[in-house]
T-cell receptor
Framework: AQSVTQLGSHVSVSEGALVLLRCNYS??????LFWYVQYPNQGLQLLLK??????LVKGINGFEAEFKKSETSFHLTKPSAHMSDAAEYFC???????????FGKGTRLHILP | EAGVTQFPSHSVIEKGQTVTLRCDPI?????LYWYRRVMGKEIKFLLH????????ESGMPNNRFLAERTGGTYSTLKVQPAELEDSGVYFC??????????????FGQGTRLTVV
């Protein structure tokens, strides 16, 4: 069975500092991997996804994530945090044969001025 | 183009009452999904429609939940009778293709359901 573990339910970084949100997954088959973001009072929005090919994936708003098969990780990074990045971030996995998205518990990112 | 729309945005009902949530997918999207996030937990899959047919309803928690998608357009999710543990945020999503890696699944804002 697939699962996703996000390390840290809350992460605080200073404005301008590196953002690193950790995600590890478990999957018996090569997965599709996703990061979604939920800004206050909005729906879930896809930040980026990995399906195949290049393991470093670039998304919207300057975020990127790297698929590391050996570590079963898909950590999300952004070089310099902005106040507007404050939101809840969800790592997710999907079986290539399936129609479901399996989400992690989410990490709320706080940006300190 | 309009995104996925959910109604209502918030609902507060008493235990034992009935509530119906509605989702309007993006026009032309045959695939419609319902997910739920109970407080402090993961967002979990409930079911998947392809047009008007239930493709996968393995995530539906019990028979108090009934989902329909008549005509393959909008969908409703009825909870009857509601229990306290049904409180949470109910998300709807739609996509063109069923295998979500091939194409993006677009999510609505969610309906926050509170059962008191």
């Amino acid at each position: 069975a697939q699962s996703v573990t996000q390390l840290g339910s809350h992460v605080s970084v200073s404005e301008g500092a590196l953002v690193l949100l950790r995600c590890n997954y478990s999957s018996s088959v090569p997965p599709y991997l996703f990061w979604y973001v939920q800004y206050p009072n909005q729906g879930l929005q896809l930040l980026l996804k990995y399906t195949t090919g290049a393991t470093l994936v670039k998304g919207i708003n300057g975020f990127e994530a790297e698929f590391k098969k050996s570590e079963t990780s898909f950590h999300l990074t952004k070089p310099s945090a902005h106040m507007s990045d404050a939101a809840e971030y969800f790592c997710a996995v999907s079986d290539r044969r399936d129609d479901k998205i399996i989400f992690g518990k989410g990490t709320r990112l706080h940006i300190l001025p | 183009e309009a995104g996925v729309t959910q109604f209502p945005s918030h609902s507060v009902i008493e235990k034992g009452q009935t509530v119906t949530l509605r989702c309007d997918p993006i026009s032309g999207h045959d695939n419609l999904y319902w997910y739920r996030r109970v407080m402090g937990k993961e967002i979990k899959f409930l079911l998947h429609f392809v047009k008007e047919s239930k493709q996968d309803e393995s995530g539906m928690p019990n028979n108090r939940f009934l989902a329909e998608r008549t005509g393959g357009t909008y969908s409703t999710l009825k909870v009857q009778p509601a229990e306290l543990e049904d409180s949470g945020v109910y998300f709807c999503a739609s996509s063109q293709d069923a295998i979500v890696g091939y194409t993006e699944a677009f999510f609505g804002q969610g309906t926050r359901l509170t059962v008191v």
